[in-house]
């Protein structure tokens, strides 16, 4: 008992000390807020838990601040306009993002999930940390259009906003800092880890797989897992998966390292929720999951940087799959549905 | 019981670093030495004038500069006996608009004998990567990629005749392989001077940036013609080049008042 109590003490004692220095977002995690309990199948994340411990008055500003299109310049696009919580937080129907006044972005939205467990972000791997991923999208003229000066503006401007931030971060004017890690208490919260695959993995109530779907499972695990890795279903690796000879129209990761060796290539995108995000890949060319496996059954072209998982020895480029195993394969995918992270009240926008 | 002893940790953590820094209006300080490193920017012999007052590199090109904001990092002093001490935390931003930022004062660092000054002109890789940051790493500041995380790590931008767009907009930064504009410095101090720190004494470094020594050095950049180099807006070899030409010698020490 010794210990609890001096480490409580000491706890104590640093949130007084840090409430007098405007310190106050340093407290123990909050279970109540979404996400706060790691899943058991999955990795160490990268954002720990503790570099921006959740509370339910953060995560709540987090939340707000994600729907507020008063982020974008014209106040017209919010976080939520393309990443939408029905579809795993990915843009229903939309090939590439659109943003002020309409403008077409140059690549499909992904999916918003386990935002906690990767080590960069988009499909080219641009931004590096979670925290200040935001300020792409928002300075960006095709999506959000705004700078960080104007936005703080107007939230400092917001009574309601001054007013819970302060209840958060103390008092003083609405910064940066304060800002983004508001933002990062919603984002990094997006954990998806109860679909029926993992409920059966983990050995949760009477959950089971079809014939179809385990073979679906092992199919997986044979020919695709190599790239979409652990029950993350990404090896978070950049790898140009054959859909162009020459990527003039988007180079990828090129874009970021300005390497040759890595024109067309682009992040392993997860498996999580897959069934609900189409269209797919990172220009949305894609509609259905069978156009999907067609393209790697043979649909795959070279180039320099194909990856070497598509160019087997001796064999056509690509997987080869039959159709009785796209149609397992299919199977499976939908058990990495998880309906109740899309139909989680606390994630959603609040009236 | 894992997670409570890491949340433990992490505020018995806090409550040391509060310990040491403390808050500011809570600390009576009893006359502990100072140690200010004092910059002036400089275009070879004339002092810089922000707009109005043209320069000419070494190649004979003319320009203005409208900005200019450098990051200086991890400083480090060196005793004579090769000891050395590191400025925890040390991140600033050097910016030839604000007077104020042309001043850094430091306390903390123990009496001794000094012999040398290192720092990074930049941000080390780490801090690049490491999230939202208060201070002169603020976002705020508009030193940041947004699309390609990393802070930029020097800032030029103005005007040359000779430019085919007449504009210069030198934004130097990265920090991975190959293309890491981190660059490490240690300005020598004048021959036979020895930085004395002592309690109760302010001694000040005055150091000179010459923004020249961007365009010349190991890399001639020429505003106009074939080769000319108007423009660096991301981490590359065009951003090395102009790293590798500052690094050697943009900064040179011109004397330590002892006070």
């Known amino acids: 008992m010794r210990r609890p109590l001096v480490a409580s003490l000491a706890c104590g004692l640093a949130g007084l000390l840090l409430a007098g220095c405007g310190l106050s977002d340093v407290v123990a995690p909050d279970a109540s807020v979404p996400g706060t309990t790691l899943p058991a199948n999955f990795p160490a994340p990268v954002y720990a838990l503790d570099a921006n411990p959740p509370t339910p008055a953060a995560f709540a500003l987090g939340r707000s601040l994600f729907y507020d299109p008063r982020l974008s310049r014209d106040g017209s696009v919010s976080c939520g306009s393309c990443h939408q919580q029905f579809v795993a937080f990915a843009n229903a129907d939309h090939r590439l993002s659109h943003g002020v006044n309409n403008r077409l972005g140059t690549r499909n939205a992904p999916a918003l999930q386990n935002l906690r467990w990767k080590p960069d972000f988009f499909w080219d791997g641009g931004p590096k940390n979670i925290e200040t991923l935001p300020l792409a999208p928002l300075t960006n003229p095709l999506e959000m259009d705004e700078t960080l000066p104007r936005v703080l503006a107007k939230l400092n401007a917001d009574p309601g906003y001054a007013r819970r931030f302060a209840a958060v971060y103390g008092p003083g004017p609405i910064d940066s800092y304060q800002f983004l890690r508001a933002l990062a208490q919603f984002t990094a919260a997006l954990t998806s880890a109860s679909s029926r695959y993992d409920k059966v993995v983990r050995g949760e109530g009477n959950a089971v797989l079809t014939a179809g779907e385990m073979r679906g499972r092992v199919l997986v695990a044979q020919k695709c897992a190599s790239c979409h890795a652990t029950d993350l279903f990404t090896d978070e690796s950049f790898r140009n998966n054959g859909l162009s000879t020459s990527f003039g129209a988007d180079s990828g990761r090129a874009h970021i390292t300005g390497r040759t060796t890595d024109v067309g290539r682009f992040k392993v995108p997860s498996l999580r929720n897959v069934a609900l995000t189409p269209p797919y890949m990172h220009d949305g060319r894609f509609a259905t999951l069978l156009q999907v496996l067609a393209h790697y059954d043979h649909g795959v072209v070279a180039s320099p940087t194909l990856d070497a998982a598509l160019r087997p020895a001796g064999g056509p480029l690509g997987i080869p799959l039959t159709s009785t195993e796209q149609a397992d394969i299919i199977a499976f995918l939908q058990t990495l549905t998880d309906d109740s992270f899309i139909h989680d009240a606390r994630l959603a926008e609040q009236p | ?259």
């Open chain 2, 1 to 259: 019981m894992k997670r409570f002893s890491i949340s433990a940790l992490s505020c018995t953590f806090a409550l040391a670093m509060l310990a040491l820094t403390g808050c500011k209006k809570d600390v009576v300080v009893a006359a502990p030495p100072t140690v200010s490193l004092e910059f002036e920017q400089t275009v070879g012999a004339d002092q810089l004038v922000l707009d109005t007052k043209t320069y000419n590199t070494l190649a004979g090109d003319q320009f203005r500069v409208s900005i200019f904001r450098q990051y200086i990092s991890n400083i480090i002093f060196t005793k004579t006996d090769g000891s050395t001490y590191a400025v925890p935390d040390s991140y600033y931003l050097l910016d030839a608009a604000k007077p104020d930022n042309q001043h850094i004062t430091l306390t903390g660092v123990p009496e001794g004998d000094y012999k040398g000054l290192t720092f990074t002109i930049g941000v080390d890789s780490l801090h690049n990567v490491s999230g939202t940051q208060k201070g002169a790493l603020d976002v705020s500041n508009n030193m940041f990629w947004t699309w390609n995380s990393g802070y930029i790590f020097t800032k030029l931008e103005g005007s040359s005749p000779q430019s085919r767009t007449t504009a210069l907009t030198f934004h130097v930064g990265g920090f991975k392989t190959p293309y890491n504009a981190v660059r490490t410095v240690s300005p020598a101090f004048p021959a036979g001077t020895t930085l004395l720190v002592r309690a109760g004494h302010t001694p000040e470094i005055h150091l000179n940036q010459d923004l020249l020594k961007m365009f010349s050095g190991p890399n001639t950049i020429r505003f106009g013609g074939t080769g000319s180099m108007i423009e660096i807006m991301s981490a590359g070899a065009n951003a090395v080049q102009v790293a590798n030409n500052y690094a050697a010698g943009m900064f040179t020490v011109e004397h330590i008042h002892a006070n």
